[in-house]
């Protein structure tokens, strides 16, 4: 079974920090992109960021560019997404995408 399970969200302060983690199993993860999405309240989807399969490029959506770094852990089956100098206007649910399938999500707010 593919799955897709990610931590690391919560609340944090405007420029604050937080790094997300996506576990994947039941596929070839050393074989696929990988890509986080976003959805803030009330809004559609947001493509966030990629990382190709052996992680040697990296594409950013142009609102987090120069904020957020994705990288890829093939020893632990892991993506990651640091998010640094955050904005209310971060404030969504995170997902993990990959082989067609997505993860449940984790909230990231950014409030004082």
């Known amino acids: 079974e593919v799955q897709l399970v990610e931590s690391g969200g919560g609340l944090v302060q405007p420029g604050g920090s937080l790094r997300l983690s996506c576990a994947a199993s039941?596929?070839?993860?050393?074989?696929?992109?990988m890509s986080w999405v976003r959805q803030a309240p009330g809004k559609g989807l947001e493509w966030v960021s990629g990382?190709?399969?052996?992680?040697?490029?990296?594409t950013y959506g142009d609102s987090v560019k120069g904020r957020f770094t994705i990288s890829r852990d093939h020893a632990k089956n892991t993506v990651y997404l640091q998010m640094t100098n955050l904005k209310p206007a971060d404030t969504a649910v995170y997902y993990c995408?990959?082989?067609?399938?997505w993860g449940q999500g984790a909230q990231v707010s950014v409030s004082s």
């Open positions: 990382i190709n399969s052996d992680g040697g490029r990296t």
């Open positions: 039941g596929f070839a993860f050393g074989s696929y992109d």
């Open positions: 995408y990959a082989f067609s399938t």
